[in-house]
């Protein structure tokens, strides 16, 4: 069977390939994965079909990894199928689109140059981004000249400051930065990122001040179920309807929010509201921010370890389970609404909206998928609703210690070649994705707590007293690692069963 590129496409799909390749590039996008061309690109694409938007994207990504993937891109003439399944407005609804959006697929590691080149394009307008929380995080890294920078926001410092060079700081050549990360205030943590390493680089001060001045990084939240890749058998069936295969097949839901901290003229420049998209420009980003954080992607982080280590594959078969499926909605109801400063009511509402996407019959959400960098998802998502509680002098909700526990049995992990791995409790191995320092810090931890045969209490001690991994040291939290090793055995017996 054929592979989705050019040849496939008919009359109206190859004029917009056409017109796609011929249009200057005034995005560059850092991120490949699945969320950021199921929202982002098929945002672009819908104003596009429109005739709202006559610009194209350059593709990028942002580790080493993500090679296959932009290789494969390219191999796809940038192509690749976009599905929307599930209910909307009470009717189930499907829909098939082929994302005609990139005209340049860059990997940075081996076209350094050819990235340095684009970012001093006078079209270039926009960079948008989606490199999960971990990748949005200042780390001192050295510059050297012609060698690729592997942090995201070293990148964006670097590529800025050639920009900066070229225009010779005119005011009117500065971007507009979209981080998608689902960071509080994405925006100010990149600039704030991008700021430090033009001190580290020695990079002059009027560098800085233009960066600051005439960039502007905007505050974003993105909100929608992106599941990738289907099902083998799904994909399969599919593939024969279509009479092509397509690697890069990416599944979403029908519910998509943007909502962007900025004024309403920018829907002049990236047109999204004309086209019929749900995004608000709005003054205030975070009463949306934090619900959607705190609930949404909540629910998300505390489900998953418990799921994976009680051997479930999907969010819906999660959300289904008696036992735990009960416990998520019980911790979010109970347990995360009361730490938000709005209406209960609102936050009711918008919690049960959620279960109910949470069970959408057409989407299969992988919960390895949501697992990966779980570490600094808890940190943004979870610990704020415990740390309401600690603040306040109050009992910690046992549910949510339950899903701490959940979450450390999970990266209770060693080093097998060149992978960490975990077993879950019924001794089937799995594969923990995360950034390498987390990893092997929490390896070790666990190592030498076996080989000295530890007691769980103290090993729960060290693995609460890592700053670097929470943000702050929890072991002198009144009785927290006393009630985590009492959950984190209650799991090992498996008693939620």
């Known amino acids: 069977m054929r592979t989705l590129n050019r040849s496939v496409l008919d009359e109206t799909e190859t004029r917009r390939l056409d017109e796609v390749s011929a249009s200057p590039v005034t995005v560059l996008q850092i991120g490949e994965g699945n969320f950021i061309r199921g929202f982002f690109d098929w945002m672009v694409h819908r104003c596009r079909s429109q005739g709202l938007f006559d610009a194209s994207i350059a593709v990028t990504q942002p580790r080493p990894t993500g090679k296959p993937k932009i290789d494969a891109l390219a191999g796809q003439d940038g192509l690749y199928t976009m599905v929307i399944r599930g209910i909307e407005n009470g009717q189930s609804v499907e829909s098939r689109e082929i994302v005609t959006v990139f005209s340049q697929m860059i990997d940075p590691y081996t076209e350094w140059k050819r990235l340095v080149e684009l970012s001093i394009s006078p079209d270039l307008r926009f960079i948008v981004s989606n490199t999960t929380e971990a990748g949005l995080v200042y780390r001192p890294e050295t510059l050297a000249e012609g060698v690729p920078i592997i942090s995201f926001p070293g990148k964006i410092a670097y590529l800025l400051y050639q920009r900066y060079l070229k225009f010779d700081g005119a005011a009117n050549r500065g971007l507009i930065l979209l981080p998608c990360e689902l960071i509080e205030r994405n925006g100010d943590a990149l600039q704030d990122a991008v700021l430090q390493y033009a001190t580290d680089w020695s990079f002059p001060a009027a560098f800085r001040e233009w960066v600051y001045s005439h960039n502007r990084f905007l505050n974003s939240l993105v909100d929608r179920i992106v599941t990738g890749y289907p099902d083998k058998a799904q994909a399969e069936t599919w593939f024969a309807e279509w009479g092509y295969e397509d690697e890069l097949l990416c599944t979403a839901e029908p519910y998509h929010l943007w909502v962007i901290e900025a004024e309403p003229e920018l829907d002049e420049m990236l047109p999204f509201k004309r086209a019929g ?51 998520v909605r019980a911790t979010v109801i109970d347990d995360i609404i009361p730490t938000l400063p709005y209406p209960e009511n609102e936050m009711r509402t918008y919690a049960h909206s959620v279960f109910e996407r949470y069970l959408n019959p057409y989407i299969h959400h992988r919960l390895t998928d949501i697992a990966m960098n779980s570490i600094s998802k808890f940190k943004v998502r979870l610990l704020p609703s415990l740390a309401f509680y600690i603040e306040r002098g109050e009992p910690i909700p046992t549910r949510l210690i339950l899903g701490f526990a959940g979450l450390l049995r999970y990266y209770k992990v060693k080093l097998n070649g060149e992978v960490y791995e975990g077993f879950s409790l019924k001794g089937q191995s799995y594969t923990v994705r995360d950034d390498a320092k987390v990893l092997e810090t929490l390896a070790s931890i666990w190592e030498e707590a076996d080989h000295a045969k530890e007691p769980l209490k103290e090993t729960v001690e060290r693995l609460l007293a890592q700053h670097s991994l929470w943000g702050r040291d929890l072991s002198s939290c009144l009785s927290l690692a006393e009630s985590i090793t009492a959950r984190y055995m209650e799991l090992e017996k498996r008693e939620l069963q």
């Not at 799921?307 to 735990?324: A, C, I, K, P, S």
């Open 277 to 327: 998209l749900n995004v608000q420009w709005v003054d205030d980003l975070k009463p949306y921010q934090q619900r959607k954080v705190r609930i949404l992607n909540g629910a998300h982080t505390l489900m998953t370890p418990l799921g994976l280590l009680y051997g479930l594959d999907h969010v819906r078969e999660l959300m289904e389970h008696q036992t735990l499926g009960a416990f």
